[in-house]
């Protein structure tokens, strides 16, 4: 029997069939899973997206046929069927994706709760954010007829409606913001101890005249002045006008580091491989090319930037009529009959007749696009095609957006929602993104401007003094518990401390009320208080050094004194007992940590760093943020020195900055150049502001907050752990703690009893210091929680022994013979007996020697070795830091 049907026939069938028969065409696709769900189109989609109340089919098969959905109490229960939590309705949050929950006129008649003020709008904010000086309403209704501040009759009214104390009035030191407390000043005579600024009036002490810092805001202080001009070291660059000295490896680097551009002069302008070379010869760095700020200082920088790359023709909204680009007409001239593209393309037949989304919606999960050429699937806000191109998948903001939220990030099927999981926040209603401090306490920044100490409301901008006249107020901190400020005063080589009082309704400490926290330091760069555990930390650039005391400065001891350069900032963090510090290190600047005992040092950050300035921790992120003079940027990394980033990079806002703070979502700077303090937001680097300008010294800038210092466990404060000096905090679990000596003392065998060494100098001889340290490690498994770790104690006491036994006095022996020989004239028997009873005595003694001092083989040896990077002969230590294995000719036990 013949076939009817030839076998080109049985192809041509098929085909028919399949393209035009959906249910055969559903036949052949692809067979779904008992755990999926399958689309009409023959698309698998899980079977947890059933009635989920988002179509996830393209003809929304999955959400038909549904029961609706039941939602508890405690849920609010969307248009779409969706179930959220009640609390997120009227939030100002889309969370049902229909905004279901945000309907206006349901949500304007919400009700406030009693501690809250209403914005009018159903938006809630706390009752003491109304009236704060900062619209936290969308409408601004909280700061609407709201009085002015009323100043008491003590106080002196600014222009400006901030309140300052009365005696501030004239006294040649600007504490309004505006200044308006030095205007009409009658002229003030100076002591004859004083200089008399020319322009502002003011008196500052006569030995600041030519001392090459502007103390005067006009600078006449410093005119007419020869300069006494010291010579750099071989390792550094004079600059022509300035005469300062910067390292010689930053001359002809392309960037001036001199202001007269000295250090640039004569140089072959030739720009290294990372670095991009502007018109006029400069070299600026390659990161800061077309990234919006003229960085260059013809603006070359920012020429000939695309800053609008698309691709020729945009497919969703133009026809490529040669497809290559040259010609691009909007999709709704295509077919309209009309030669557009000049040659008919767009009114070619195959092309007008052509609609591949008309058949199966282009098997495109959400949305199909007709080109004319082709079908393009495009998905809703909030997803994204998959690797098949087809499907719209979920974007998970909260993993994918860097700061997302400010600090919890829920992800939702097509967006996402912020909330504050953080005690003392609340979501701010102009943008839902951010939490903001709910308390009646506002935050304040607190920095130090050479000779004042100031703080600024963050909110409002009204500033007040917390300390005047300082000498020269460097690194600042403080401890919000105790009420007390630190600083570092480069002029007098002292650390201070002084009460912080609120200035609105007390006097400002004077001098008598300051407290003398550590003399003998150097060069103290920066300084961190540990809030928790009561201690304060210093880095000490002269000395190349970071010290730790208790807060009244007792108990002082060198925590880090070998392979620092030039340590510069360090920040405490008392939760997880680790200190972080920035070196400027001329080789290798880096970012180190270790713990609060000084176990486990590492650099973290050593890449992308030139003048690793300021530091600062995130308490809430648990974030680090630093800046860098060279780079013109702040950077940021998670505490262990992973995923970095760049968050802002440009030479135009970035100056010089020296300090860096940060709060709620902001990280706020100080700029030496600009002489200013600014802020951007910590996550983009948007939305610069400046809260103070024109100051005289910016330095050291904090916020003052009671949530910039959380709470934690002392772990040394049940007897001081045991220990008879300083307790500090280990970073490891199987340790809590370790004891330490204070200078001039020693580590018993305990490892927790510290007493005086006995061992007399000579000269500059200084004392042992005395410290603990931890096996590398880090564990011991034989020692319980709350017990130091000591190193081997047979290994330390062979070593003390030896020591001790090269140091007998140099005239024991002649003592000896003189007593020897008056003996044998009396009687040589007698002499005979007692020679041989006095060798095996001493012989005796000397084997029973022991000093338990189980750190004095590391003081002598390993710490003493000062070639390691501390000492160097061209650059005199003080004494504390002077080599300890001297001669033993030097050395008198007692």
Not at 170 to 177: F, I, S
Not at 240 to 250: A, L, M, N
Not at 538 to 547: A, H, Q, V
Not at 831 to 860: A, W
């Amino acid at each position: 029997m013949m076939w009817p049907w030839s076998g080109l026939d049985l192809v041509s069938l098929g085909l028919v069939i399949l393209l035009f028969h959906p249910f055969v065409y559903a036949d052949l696709s692809q067979q779904c899973v008992s755990s999926e769900f399958q689309c009409t189109s023959g698309k698998c989609i899980p079977i947890s997206w059933k009635c989920d109340g988002s179509p996830d089919c393209s003809d929304g098969l999955d959400e038909q046929e549904c029961t609706p959905k039941t939602c508890s109490t405690e849920e609010f229960r969307c248009a779409n069927g969706r179930c959220i939590p009640a609390r997120w309705r009227c939030d100002g949050q889309d969370d049902c994706v229909d905004a279901s929950d945000e309907r206006s006129r349901e949500c304007a008649s919400r009700n406030c709760s009693s501690d809250t003020f209403s914005c009018g709008d159903g938006g809630c904010v706390p009752k003491t954010w109304h009236c704060d000086g900062q619209k936290d309403c969308k409408n601004g209704r909280d700061e609407l007829n709201c009085q002015a501040q009323k100043c008491t009759t003590n106080q002196f009214a600014c222009n400006n409606g901030d309140c300052i104390v009365a005696r501030w009035r004239c006294d040649g030191d600007p504490d309004c913001e505006d200044e308006s407390d030095e205007h009409d000043c009658a002229p003030k005579t100076c002591a004859p101890t004083e200089f008399h600024c020319v322009l502002n009036n003011t008196c500052i002490p006569g030995r600041w005249k030519c001392d090459g810092d502007k103390d005067c805001g006009d600078g006449s202080d410093e005119s007419d002045c020869k300069k006494v001009v010291s010579a750099c070291s071989p390792q550094d660059f004079m600059c022509q006008t300035s005469k300062d000295c910067i390292h010689k490896s930053w001359r002809c680097d392309g960037e001036r580091d001199c202001h007269d551009n000295s250090d640039e002069s004569g140089c072959e302008n030739t720009c290294r491989p990372d670095q991009f070379k502007c018109k006029n010869n400069e070299c600026i760095h390659g990161n800061l090319y077309c990234n919006g700020f003229n960085d260059c200082a013809d603006s070359s920088d920012e020429s000939n930037c695309n800053t609008t790359i698309k691709p020729p023709c945009d497919k969703f909204t133009h026809f490529d009529c040669y497809n290559n680009g040259k010609k691009c007409i909007p999709l709704t001239k295509v077919c309209d009959k009309n030669n557009d593209c000049g040659g008919n393309e767009d009114e070619k037949t195959k092309i007008c007749k052509a609609n591949p989304c008309a058949f199966k919606n282009g098997n495109c999960s959400q949305h199909c696009k007709n080109t004319h050429t082709s079908d393009i699937c495009y998905c809703d806000p909030g997803f994204e095609l998959g690797v098949d191109k087809r499907t719209c998948v979920d974007i998970d903001e909260c993993k994918l957006l860097f700061g997302a939220c400010s600090q919890k990030c829920s992800n939702l099927p097509g967006t996402y929602h912020c909330t504050c999981d953080q005690p003392g926040y609340e979501i701010d209603l102009t943008n839902k993104h951010n939490c903001k401090v709910s308390g009646s306490v506002h935050p304040y920044l607190i920095f130090s401007d050479r000779h004042v100490i100031r703080k600024l409301d963050v909110h409002n901008g009204r500033t007040s003094v917390v300390v005047k006249e300082t000498d020269s107020a460097i690194a600042m901190d403080y401890h919000w518990g105790k009420s007390m400020v630190f600083w570092t005063d480069s002029a007098n080589e002292k650390i201070y401390s002084s009460p912080l009082v609120d200035v609105n309704n007390g006097e400002v400490p004077n001098r008598n009320d300051w407290k003398v926290v550590a003399s003998n330091v150097s060069t103290p760069d920066g300084i961190a208080v540990d809030w928790v555990h009561h201690l304060i930390f210093w880095t000490d650039t002269g000395k190349n050094t970071i010290e730790v005391a208790k807060l009244d400065g007792s108990m002082r001891t060198h925590l880090i004194y070998e392979d620092l350069d030039e340590p510069r900032d360090i920040v405490v963090d008392p939760l997880g007992k680790y200190i972080y510090w920035t070196d400027w290190a001329e080789n290798h600047p880096r970012i180190e940590k270790c713990g609060i005992n000084g176990y486990g040092r590492k650099a973290i950050i050593t890449t992308g760093l030139q003048w690793p300035n300021g530091l600062t921790i995130d308490f809430v992120k648990k974030w680090l943020y630093w800046v860098d003079a060279k780079m013109h940027m702040i950077g940021s990394a998670d505490l262990d020195g992973n995923n970095q980033r760049t968050i802002l990079s440009a030479q135009g806002l970035l100056k010089h900055p020296f300090s860096i703070a940060v709060f709620e979502d902001r990280v706020y700077w100080s700029d030496w150049e600009h002489e200013a303090i600014k802020s951007v937001d910590k996550f983009t680097g948007n939305n610069t502001q400046s809260h103070a300008i024109h100051l005289f010294g910016p330095m050291d800038v904090h916020v003052l907050h009671p949530l910039k210092q959380p709470q934690g466990e002392n772990v040394c404060e049940a007897t001081n752990g045991g220990c008879s000096h300083l307790c500090l905090p280990a970073p490891v679990q199987a340790v809590k703690f370790t004891c330490h000596c204070p200078i001039n003392f020693r580590l018993l065998s305990d490892f927790k009893q510290c007493v005086p060494i006995s061992i007399k100098k000579t000269a500059t001889q200084p004392a042992n210091r005395a410290g603990q340290t931890l096996p590398k490690n880090g564990t011991n498994n034989n020692a319980s929680a709350d017990t130091t770790v000591a190193p081997s104690t047979a290994q330390s006491n062979a070593t003390i022994n030896s020591s001790r036994t090269a140091g007998l006095p140099e005239d024991f022996g002649r003592v000896a013979g003189i007593v020897i020989g008056v003996v044998l004239v009396v009687l040589i028997i007698v002499f005979i007996v007692g020679f041989v009873l006095y060798r095996q005595y001493t012989r005796r003694n000397v084997k029973s020697m022991n000093f338990d001092n189980p750190v004095y083989r590391k003081t002598t040896e390993e710490q003493v070795n000062l070639d390691k990077g501390v000492y160097q002969p061209s650059r005199p230590l003080p004494a504390t830091l002077e080599p300890l294995n001297q001669p033993d000719s030097e050395l008198n036990v007692v």
